[in-house]
């Protein structure tokens, strides 16, 4: 595996980059601890980014078993990476998710698991229905129905714009997010991952994804999905994160 510039942070963190298919270079941290065969791909949910506000980093270097580095990287337009997120698709990651996917097997790996939580999952078995590289997937609070999901969410249309109620403050997009979701089935996707292992995990007080909609996704890609809901999980996995760890953990082991 190919060794890029370190971070500060450790030794065996490495700040690393890739262009994505419309130009724009995504920004990424790579972690490994041994010699790597195998690279976990974690895509960060809606507005989020590769770090997670250092819970992500301090997963990935939980999840790092023997022979496992970990990618995290940011969408396009979120956290150091280049691009407008008014110009965010669900097609858009998907790209992004390739074009990281394509970095990991250029720099040596030999095999690819996914790892994403919320809209990153959803982006996740997307393009894992039909990127074969990715051996194995894990979501976390996905969306099953995001078109649903989010127009629920959507304030205001106007010139060919959306405002969608976040958070924080309202986020301005692009009305194209929500015409091309409609363009995506989720559950079909997701029907289209065995007999590749998929891990489904969700709170089950989740305030912003229904459980139904992680059950849905495992009837879809039974027999070879694994449900794993958290009583006392809310969407953000405020509580519950390292029983999500471990559980993913050990999962890895198995694979």
Known sequence: ??????????????????????????????????????????????????????????????LALPGLGVLLFDFSGNGESEGSFAETTLSGQMDDLKCAADWCMNAGAKHLVGMGRSFGGTTLLC?????????????????????????????????????????????RMRREFLDDLGEHDVEACAARIPPRPLLVVHGERDEMVPPEEAEAIHRAASPSSRLRMIPEADHRFTTGAETVWRICREWLEEL
């Not at 078109?147 to 969410?153: I, R, S």
């Open 1 to 62: 595996m190919q060794q890029p510039e370190s971070t500060k942070r450790d030794h065996a963190w490495q700040n690393v980059s890739f262009v994505n298919s419309r130009g724009e270079r995504l920004a990424g941290l790579f972690y490994a601890c041994s010699e790597v065969k195998t690279v976990l791909v974690i895509c960060h949910g809606f507005t989020g980014s590769k770090e997670g506000g250092g819970r992500a980093l301090e997963m990935a270097e939980y």
């Open 127 to 171: 393009q894992a229905a039909r990127d074969s590289r990715f051996e194995a997937v894990c979501a976390w609070a996905t969306p099953a129905h995001p078109y649903n999901l989010f127009q629920g969410f959507v304030r205001e249309q106007s010139g060919g714009m959306i405002t969608i109620a976040g958070e924080g403050d309202s986020l």
